[in-house]
Nanobody
Framework: QVQLVESGGGLVQAGDSLTLSCAAS????????MGWFRQAPGKEREFVAG?????????????YYGNAVKGRFTTSRDSAKATIDLQMNSLKPEDTAVYYC????????????????WGQGTQVTVSS
C-alpha cells in the first residue's frame, strides 16, 4: 500500500510564495511517476506539475507543468527521500484550491483519472 502525505498549505496574500511537500511511503518505488493536482470548489481536478515515470530509480523522471502555472511554480523531487515538493511563486487568488499529491507506477500524463494513489490534500488559499 502506498501512502502520500501533503504538508505546507495555508493562507497567503496574492504575490506571496508557498512551498508544498509530499512524503511518500509504503509500497512505492523511486521509479513511480508523481505529481500535483488541485481542485477548486465546483471545478474538476486540474493537473499542476509532476515528474514522469523513470525506468531507473536514480534519475527521478522529467518535470512537466500545467499551462496555468508554467513560469510560476517549480516542482522538485528527492528520490532518495521519496518526497516531491511544489514551490509556488507569484500566487494568485485563482490558485486557491485543495492541492493533492498523486503517484502512479507508470502513468505520466495530466489526467487525474489515471493516477492510482492519492494523498488527502492540503488547502491553499490566496487572498487578493
Amino acid at each position: 500500500q502506498v501512502q502520500l502525505v501533503e504538508s505546507g498549505g495555508g493562507l497567503v496574500q496574492a504575490g506571496d510564495s508557498l512551498t508544498l511537500s509530499c512524503a511518500a511511503s509504503g509500497a512505492i518505488s523511486r521509479t513511480y511517476a508523481m505529481g500535483w493536482f488541485r481542485q477548486a470548489p465546483g471545478k474538476e481536478r486540474e493537473f499542476v506539475a509532476g515528474f514522469t515515470w523513470s525506468p531507473s530509480p536514480g534519475t527521478g523522471g522529467s518535470a512537466y507543468y500545467g499551462n496555468a502555472v508554467k513560469g510560476r511554480f517549480t516542482t522538485s523531487r528527492d528520490s532518495a527521500k521519496a518526497t516531491i515538493d511544489l514551490q509556488m511563486n507569484s500566487l494568485k487568488p485563482e490558485d486557491t484550491a485543495v492541492y493533492y499529491c498523486a503517484a502512479d507506477r507508470f502513468y505520466s500524463g495530466t489526467d487525474y483519472k489515471h493516477f492510482e494513489h492519492w494523498g488527502q490534500g492540503t488547502q491553499v488559499t490566496v487572498s487578493s
